[in-house]
């Protein structure tokens, strides 16, 4: 077996340091996904009453849009579950625990592709400037190719995964090169800190616990050409054709707090440092790498997650496909035109020029 493919498991904090240091973690975050999969998780029952899975990353226009009201105000009423990363997410959706997923698009797309009922509808952020590989302190490393024969921890079949790869190919590297251990985002931290990986990719609030410990960034998913981390919202297919006039709630919720947001950026920074507990300096520079979309950017020629057969977001969703495939992440090769589902913001689309 290759050492690409020796994907371990997440570590064991065998030390009592390490073992300290993720708890605290781990109580800093807030609920991890196990405990989200356990808890508050029955689904609303009720038309105007939806469960949404999110991640506790700067998201401005949502932290906006839910503390200001503006989904009760559209009579929607969200009950949030929270979540440290996608995977879980997809079990807690298999299992009706939630009706709709936060993630990246291509992730989402490994779900689909390995049978869940799993299809997106909205991207509407550019996560990418803060997804990145960080080394410790006292490391040496300072390019891609000094990863050589390396450890490195990240979540496996994320944007992390995805992005290390394509940088690896980059610069003229085979994937056997280095060594990667399958860990969540909390474990990340600890571990590089702990000295057990010589590197971790991970993403914000997570890479930021680690810059503030001394670790530093030397690649992010903005670096490549077209970067892996578009976020937005999925479900299941039966559910969203049934809920339509919630999923069009959703969105115009998205949408006031987008507009707020340029009104009053600020907002988004409190409201980030509210929900998420990372603190003020954090949330302003992770929000300066950030980009948002309306909640029909996918229509729009000129947006990057403009999705057509021959857009950018399609590309890179084929290309996000055939690694799955040849790193076997995936049973089989997905139809992405299938798993995109395009009904819901050209709804919202229509229904919004009706209004004007």
């Known amino acids: 077996m290759s050492s690409f493919n020796r994907i371990t498991s997440c570590l064991t904090a065998n030390r009592s340091a390490a073992g300290r240091f993720a708890t605290l973690l781990l109580r ?12 508050g998780t029955t689904p609303a029952r009720s038309a105007d009453s939806i469960s949404v899975g999110y991640q506790p990353i700067i998201n401005g226009p949502l932290w906006i849009a839910r503390h200001e009201g503006y989904f009760d105000k559209l009579g929607l009423k969200v009950n949030w579950i929270k979540f440290t990363s996608g995977a ?26 390995n049978g869940a009922d799993v299809h997106w509808i909205a991207t509407v952020m550019d996560y990418n400037g803060v997804e990145a590989i960080v080394v410790p302190p006292s490391s040496t490393v300072k390019s891609i190719k000094e990863l050589s024969g390396k450890k490195i921890g990240l979540v496996t079949g994320s ?8 940088a690896l190919q980059e610069n003229g590297m085979s994937p056997h090169s280095i060594n990667i251990l399958n860990m969540q985002p909390p474990q990340q931290v600890a571990a590089l800190l702990n000295g057990d990986v010589d590197a971790v990719f991970t993403w914000a609030p997570f ?3 680690l810059q503030d410990r001394g670790a530093h960034a030397i690649f992010n998913n903005g670096d490549l050409k077209y970067g892996p981390g578009y976020l937005g919202w999925a479900g299941k297919k039966a559910w969203l054709d049934r809920h339509r006039s919630d999923i069009l709630k959703l969105l ?19 409201y980030t440092v509210e929900y998420t507990g990372m603190d003020k300096h954090q949330a302003e520079e992770g929000q300066k790498a950030l980009r948002y979309f309306p909640a029909d950017g996918m229509l729009d020629p000129n947006s990057p997650v403009y999705w057509s057969s021959t857009s950018g977001l399609h590309g890179f969703l084929d290309d996000y496909a055939k690694f799955a495939q040849t790193y076997k ?6 139809d992405v035109d299938s798993y995109m589902m395009t009904d819901f913001v050209k709804a919202y689309r229509k229904s919004k020029e009706s209004h004007r």
């Open 252 to 270: 115009r919720g998205w949408d006031m707090g987008l507009q707020k947001m340029k009104e009053a950026p600020q907002l988004a920074i409190r």
């Open 329 to 334: 992440l995936v049973k089989s090769v997905p």
């Open 159 to 166: 944007d992390a995964h995805y992005g290390l790869l394509k």
């Open 207 to 209: 890479l930021f616990q």
């Open 88 to 113: 879980a997410q997809y079990a807690a959706l298999a299992g009706d625990r939630i009706n709709l997923a936060w993630g990246g698009v291509g992730p989402q797309l490994l779900a689909y592709a």
């Open 28 to 39: 800093y975050i807030g609920i991890t996904a196990a405990v989200a999969i356990t808890l």
